[in-house]
Each structure stands twice: as C-alpha cells, then as structure tokens.
Nanobody, 131 residues
Framework: QMKLVESGGGLVQPGESLRLSCAASGSTLDNFAIGWFRQAPGAEREGEGV??????????WYTDSAKGRFTISRDHANNTVHLQMTNLRPEDTAIYYC??????????????????????WGQGALVGVAS
C-alpha cells in the first residue's frame, strides 16, 4: 500500500518561495499521476486543485492560480514529487496535500474535479503567507 508524506511547509512573507515535497513509500511514484490540492481555512480538503503531473503521457497541469508561479516536478531517484512555489501571496495560505489513486496514470484535463475519488492522500503541509 502506497503512503504519501508531504514536507516543506512553513510561514513566509508575501513574495517569498517554498518547495513542497511529496515522498512515497510502498510503491514507485513513476506509475502514478500525482495531484496537489489545497485546503484553505474553513474549506474542505478537496477544495482546490493546484497542479498535477502525469506518468504515462508526461503532461503537467496547473490551475490559473498556480500558473507562472508554481512548478511541479518528479524526482525519480528519491521517489518524490516536488511543488516549487514562488511569489507566494496571502491567498495561497492553506494546507497542501498530494494525492493519487491506483490505476490513475494520467491526470487528464479535468484532473482537478477528481479529488473526491482519490483514495491515497498525504497528511498535508501547512503553508502560511503573511506580512
């Protein structure tokens, strides 16, 4: 059974950067699409997609709020997916989760709608952006 663990969260000022990591154990991430989602204060866990990286077709997806500021990447050697976040804004404050699902090799154009159907989630990493 795959287990996901996020790390790299913290409290930063607007304009600063953070890199979140999603490390897997129990299976290789190479065969899975990995999505990043975030839960703003008071919202549900599957509230907002951030980014997704496919396995089979190699495509990468970002929601509008992440485009141009966030970069998702795979670290095959360490069985990890990273989310590099730059120019952070107060509205980026949230708990960030990585998630996946068996038999989900590619994100697909509607990846951000499938969060409720994903069954493998990490524990979350808290990101706070404030002056």
């Amino acid at each position: 059974q795959m287990k996901l663990v996020e790390s790299g969260g913290g409290l930063v000022q607007p304009g600063e950067s953070l890199r979140l990591s999603c490390a897997a154990s129990g299976s290789t991430l190479d065969n899975f699409a990995i999505g990043w989602f975030r839960q703003a204060p008071g919202a549900e866990r599957e509230g907002e997609g951030v980014s997704c990286i496919s396995s089979r077709d190699g495509r990468i997806w970002y929601t509008d709020s992440a485009k141009g500021r966030f970069t998702i990447s795979r670290d095959h050697a360490n069985n990890t997916v990273h989310l590099q976040m730059t120019n952070l804004r107060p509205e980026d404050t949230a708990i960030y989760y990585c998630a996946t699902e068996p038999e989900w090799p590619d994100c697909g154009a509607s990846w951000y709608k499938v969060a409720r159907h994903l069954t493998i989630w990490g524990q979350g990493a808290l990101v706070g952006v404030a002056s």
